[in-house]
């Protein structure tokens, strides 16, 4: 087996992918157009986007990863938006894309059409809520486009599934198609519930960082083939794991905290970088089978798809937002403020990725022995869907946030919040430390007592400081002088260390704990008053 070329491939992807932070142009959109172009390049390797790898083993661990970070508290409290936009819109998208592509393209099936309409009903909102982070929306709203992006894809496939199932001829009507998706949504948040204390408990077990971690790794797949050994949709047992992972998370050791961050982080990384290039990888699969059309009558169909997917996004969410404040006080009450720019950004972030053409890719080729109709066209207007959101909304996502001018994040506010827990937490430390250091059996030397009342006075006052004067000399405020000069002070240190162990004065060995300790203290001096820096 040829290796080079997927090492190839991750270490391109990941050029790119690191190259994009530096540009005003969004990564995954970087990425496709990367590999579109190195589609034609003689000598690529031909690369094939496989649905039986991207489904089980690509997806569990990118929505693993985006549940870990996101908010149990903040999406229990927007439920119904979430709800609205991953079921109700996916599940409206699906029907209408499905039929207006059926009235567009002539001879297309109203059952293929609705295949297609499943297929790209799902929106990719890793790029829109990583921008709307960079812009510093408020938080109802990344809360809201992040909740949709960990629902939707189960509502998508399972629609799939159904649409697919009408189109190879099972005659299951609405009754049985309801009754589908209520299995794959009530089965994979049964199997989520089941699954998430058992394997928070053997977390909280294993003492090892390395065992926790090698867990943690394994966790989305095992919840993902669990749920759908039953039947029951793996994306939502993986999401609902996740959420009571991460909102547990500090019951798990610090070390395996850290080391899991950076994990999930290389992890979400490579993958998100790897799929987005493989997508402009697709093109000369995709173009291939579109001999029976005209390339003018192919982009009209296409065009005319990716009207239908921004038109119909803006057609459920403005009642979406409008109508249940209409109808119920008790909404008006706890949502009050909400503009008309709100639905408008909320619309516009709709962009589709890897799991529309992941979803496209596992369209059967024949069904009882003739060809899927239309499925070469299917998987063209779900390429170009994909790359034509991806630009179009993509790029004019962020103009149009300033243009709005949206109430961004009160970063003083939020500072402040966070210095008074600060504050709360360290007086109740020292009232702990206190009562510790007047037992015999903790009795320690008083400079060493000290250093630990000077730490936890430190921790209290950095957040403070942030809100303070800045040096007029450096334009730094008193907590970044202190981090500075932390960083500055340990790099002394290291420099020592490297020396005695050059000199062989000490081992590698013994130079490698201390210089992990030094990591250890330098981490915590740089995360000291960071969190909303």
Same mark, same amino acid.
């Given at each position: 087996m040829d290796v080079l070329p997927l090492v190839g491939l991750v270490a391109a992807s990941a050029a790119i992918a690191g190259a994009a932070r530096r540009t005003p142009v969004p990564a995954p959109l970087l990425l496709v157009a990367a590999g579109l172009a190195a589609a034609y390049v003689p000598g690529v390797p031909d690369y094939t986007l496989d649905p039986h790898i991207v489904l089980p083993l690509v997806l569990p661990p990118l929505l693993h990863t985006a549940a870990l970070d996101s908010s149990y508290l903040d999406l229990r409290a927007n439920v119904r938006p979430v709800a609205l936009l991953s079921v109700g819109y996916v599940l409206f998208a699906t029907l209408a894309v499905g039929y207006l592509a059926h009235l567009m393209v002539p001879d297309l099936p109203l059952t293929a059409a609705l295949v297609l309409g499943a297929v790209i009903a799902p929106p990719d909102a890793v790029a829109a809520t990583a921008v709307a982070r960079r812009l510093g929306l408020p938080g109802r709203i990344t809360t809201i486009l992040q909740g949709e992006s960990l629902v939707n894809d189960a509502t998508a496939i399972t629609a799939y599934k159904v649409a697919l199932a009408a189109a190879l001829g099972a005659s299951i009507g609405w009754a049985g198609s309801l009754a589908e998706f209520a299995l794959a949504a009530i089965g994979g948040i049964a199997a989520g519930l089941v699954l998430m204390v !058992?394997? $928070?408990?053997? /977390? /909280?077990?294993?003492?090892?960082?390395? +065992?926790?971690?090698?867990?943690?790794? +394994?966790? !989305? &797949?095992?919840?993902?083939?669990? @749920?759908?050994?039953? $039947? @029951?949709?793996?994306?939502?047992? =993986?999401?609902?794991?996740?959420?009571? %992972?991460? $909102?547990?998370?500090?019951?798990?050791d610090f070390a395996t905290r850290l080391q899991e961050e950076a994990v999930w982080k290389v992890v979400a990384f490579l993958l998100e970088s790897s799929v987005f290039a493989l997508i402009g990888l697709q093109l000369p699969h995709v173009v291939r089978g579109l001999d029976p059309y005209g390339a003018g009558e192919a982009v009209w169909y296409a065009l005319g798809v990716f009207a239908a997917v921004v038109v119909v996004r803006f057609v459920w969410v403005f009642p979406a937002t409008y109508l249940p404040r209409w109808l119920s006080r008790r909404v008006r009450e706890r949502e009050p403020g909400v503009t008309w720019t709100s639905p408008v950004i909320v619309g516009w972030a709709g962009m589709r990725g890897v799991v529309s053409l992941a979803i496209a890719f596992s369209i059967p080729v024949a069904m009882d022995g003739?060809? &899927?109709?239309?499925? #070469?066209? =299917?998987?063209?207007? *779900? &390429?170009? *869907?994909?790359?034509?959101? +991806? =630009? =179009?909304?993509?790029? *004019? %996502?962020?103009?149009?946030?300033?243009?709005?001018? %949206?109430?961004? /994040? #009160?970063a003083t506010a939020e500072t402040l919040a966070e210095a008074q827990a600060q504050s709360e937490a360290s007086r109740a430390a020292e009232r702990r430390l206190e009562e510790l250091l007047a037992d015999e059996r903790n009795a320690l030397p008083q400079p060493l007592a000290d250093r630990l009342r000077t730490v936890l006075e430190r921790r209290r006052n950095a957040v403070w400081e942030r809100l303070g004067a800045v040096n007029a000399l450096t334009g730094e405020s008193a907590d970044d002088t202190y981090r500075r000069l932390a960083r500055e002070v340990i790099d002394a240190e290291r420099e020592v260390f490297v020396r005695l162990r050059d000199a062989r004065r000490i081992d590698d060995e013994m130079m490698r704990t201390l210089l992990r300790r030094l990591d250890l203290e330098e981490a915590a001096a740089y995360r000291e008053g960071t969190s909303s820096g």
């Amino acid at each position: 087996m040829d290796v080079l070329p997927l090492v190839g491939l991750v270490a391109a992807s990941a050029a790119i992918a690191g190259a994009a932070r530096r540009t005003p142009v969004p990564a995954p959109l970087l990425l496709v157009a990367a590999g579109l172009a190195a589609a034609y390049v003689p000598g690529v390797p031909d690369y094939t986007l496989d649905p039986h790898i991207v489904l089980p083993l690509v997806l569990p661990p990118l929505l693993h990863t985006a549940a870990l970070d996101s908010s149990y508290l903040d999406l229990r409290a927007n439920v119904r938006p979430v709800a609205l936009l991953s079921v109700g819109y996916v599940l409206f998208a699906t029907l209408a894309v499905g039929y207006l592509a059926h009235l567009m393209v002539p001879d297309l099936p109203l059952t293929a059409a609705l295949v297609l309409g499943a297929v790209i009903a799902p929106p990719d909102a890793v790029a829109a809520t990583a921008v709307a982070r960079r812009l510093g929306l408020p938080g109802r709203i990344t809360t809201i486009l992040q909740g949709e992006s960990l629902v939707n894809d189960a509502t998508a496939i399972t629609a799939y599934k159904v649409a697919l199932a009408a189109a190879l001829g099972a005659s299951i009507g609405w009754a049985g198609s309801l009754a589908e998706f209520a299995l794959a949504a009530i089965g994979g948040i049964a199997a989520g519930l089941v699954l998430m204390v !058992p394997i $928070h408990w053997l /977390r /909280r077990c294993l003492r090892a960082p390395l +065992l926790q971690n090698t867990l943690s790794l +394994l966790i !989305p &797949f095992v919840a993902y083939a669990a @749920a759908e050994r039953v $039947h @029951a949709s793996g994306v939502l047992a =993986v999401v609902v794991v996740a959420l009571y %992972l991460g $909102h547990r998370s500090w019951q798990v050791d610090f070390a395996t905290r850290l080391q899991e961050e950076a994990v999930w982080k290389v992890v979400a990384f490579l993958l998100e970088s790897s799929v987005f290039a493989l997508i402009g990888l697709q093109l000369p699969h995709v173009v291939r089978g579109l001999d029976p059309y005209g390339a003018g009558e192919a982009v009209w169909y296409a065009l005319g798809v990716f009207a239908a997917v921004v038109v119909v996004r803006f057609v459920w969410v403005f009642p979406a937002t409008y109508l249940p404040r209409w109808l119920s006080r008790r909404v008006r009450e706890r949502e009050p403020g909400v503009t008309w720019t709100s639905p408008v950004i909320v619309g516009w972030a709709g962009m589709r990725g890897v799991v529309s053409l992941a979803i496209a890719f596992s369209i059967p080729v024949a069904m009882d022995g003739e060809p &899927f109709p239309a499925r #070469d066209l =299917v998987l063209f207007l *779900t &390429f170009t *869907t994909v790359i034509g959101t +991806l =630009v =179009v909304q993509g790029l *004019t %996502l962020p103009p149009l946030i300033r243009a709005l001018k %949206l109430p961004g /994040r #009160d970063a003083t506010a939020e500072t402040l919040a966070e210095a008074q827990a600060q504050s709360e937490a360290s007086r109740a430390a020292e009232r702990r430390l206190e009562e510790l250091l007047a037992d015999e059996r903790n009795a320690l030397p008083q400079p060493l007592a000290d250093r630990l009342r000077t730490v936890l006075e430190r921790r209290r006052n950095a957040v403070w400081e942030r809100l303070g004067a800045v040096n007029a000399l450096t334009g730094e405020s008193a907590d970044d002088t202190y981090r500075r000069l932390a960083r500055e002070v340990i790099d002394a240190e290291r420099e020592v260390f490297v020396r005695l162990r050059d000199a062989r004065r000490i081992d590698d060995e013994m130079m490698r704990t201390l210089l992990r300790r030094l990591d250890l203290e330098e981490a915590a001096a740089y995360r000291e008053g960071t969190s909303s820096g």
